[in-house]
């Protein structure tokens, strides 16, 4: 039924496909190993309104679980928002220190040749687009 749903509502909203379930499997597998904590993201589904989390932040607790709470089905994912950067805890009381993993994370999105948009510091991967230009007018 849901599968159903979706796809009335990729064709009502006339959306294009741009990730399949193997590039998001590909993703997953190469991001989970490479990074030994999580990195924050925000994924938005074609049938929910708003993303999950709501918002993406430095400071927000929520990350990703890329090994064992990857979000499926991955055919839902309209879009994946991800904050490249990975917290290393120091100890109870000081703050973790924030490593930026954007480089790395640009490497692996070009190996796997995923195409995604920069929104400032945030990565964009699109399961889902409207308008494929969008790749075209980023600069990656």
Not at 72 to 88: G, H, N, Q
Not at 90 to 105: A, K, L, M, N, Q
Request: hydrophobic share 35%; proline share 6%.
């Amino acid at each position: 039924m849901d599968r159903q749903k979706r796809l009335h509502e990729i064709k009502k909203r006339q959306l294009t496909s741009v990730m399949n379930k193997t590039k998001w499997e590909e993703l997953r597998r190469t991001v989970a190993p490479t990074f030994l904590s999580d990195v924050p993201c925000q994924i938005k589904y074609v049938l929910e309104d708003t993303p999950s989390p709501e918002f993406l932040s430095k400071t927000a607790d929520f990350s990703a679980d890329w090994d064992e709470g990857f979000p499926y089905p991955t055919a839902s994912i309209e879009w994946m928002r991800i904050l490249p950067i990975v917290k290393e805890a120091r100890g109870y009381i000081i703050e973790p220190e924030i490593h930026d993993v954007t480089d790395e994370f640009h490497h692996i999105l070009r190996r796997l040749k995923i195409p995604f948009v920069m929104e400032g510091e945030i990565i964009c991967i699109f399961g889902y687009v409207r308008d494929t230009g969008i790749f075209e007018r980023g600069e990656n």
